[in-house]
């Protein structure tokens, strides 16, 4: 499942205490309200790995809002609108200094988004399925304008930053 591999999710997020539940206390920080199954698990990864556009592992402010420029355009959306909404939910969701975060950081935050949308885990799917679909399509339809090297994504300024 590309580089964002369980191992380093797991490094991340568990201390192996020994005993059954002090795993489990360990998954709470990332897992939030609770473990996820193995399908949801899988479908977030993708997401990542879909998002991660120069595939370094981190999800740059710039990735979000370039992907979502493209789902724009598909959906006949008002492009400017959509850089506002996404640089705004990475500011205030992910980092508020448009840092790269990581797949766990990236994962707190949609589980904990999908759970306020709807806590039933086939409509999560669902609602994933779709994501991950959008995202897949506009890569495959903006190919050349949505491939970049390593190093390229950058932080932004907020959306609007310059009119101030």
Do not use: W
């Amino acid at each position: 499942m590309g580089s964002v591999g369980s191992s380093l999710f797991l490094a991340d997020c568990v201390k192996f205490k020994g005993d059954l539940g002090d795993v489990l206390s360990d998954f709470a920080p990332c897992y939030g309200p609770g473990l996820r199954s193995k399908r949801m698990e899988e479908m977030m990864q993708e997401l990542f790995r879909l998002q991660d556009l120069n595939q370094n592992g981190m999800l740059e402010e710039a990735e979000l809002l370039k992907l979502n420029e493209k789902i724009a355009i598909l959906h006949g959306a008002d492009v400017a609108a959509a850089q506002r909404r996404f640089s705004q939910i990475f500011r205030s969701e992910l980092d508020p200094e448009g840092r790269p975060i990581t797949f766990s950081r990236f994962r707190r935050y949609m589980f904990r988004m999908l759970d306020s949308m709807d806590p039933d885990e086939p409509t999560q799917a669902m609602i994933m399925d779709q994501f991950i679909a959008e995202a897949d399509l506009a890569i495959a339809t903006f190919p050349k304008s949505l491939k970049v090297n390593a190093g390229f994504m950058r932080v932004q300024p907020p959306v609007g930053f310059d009119k101030l």
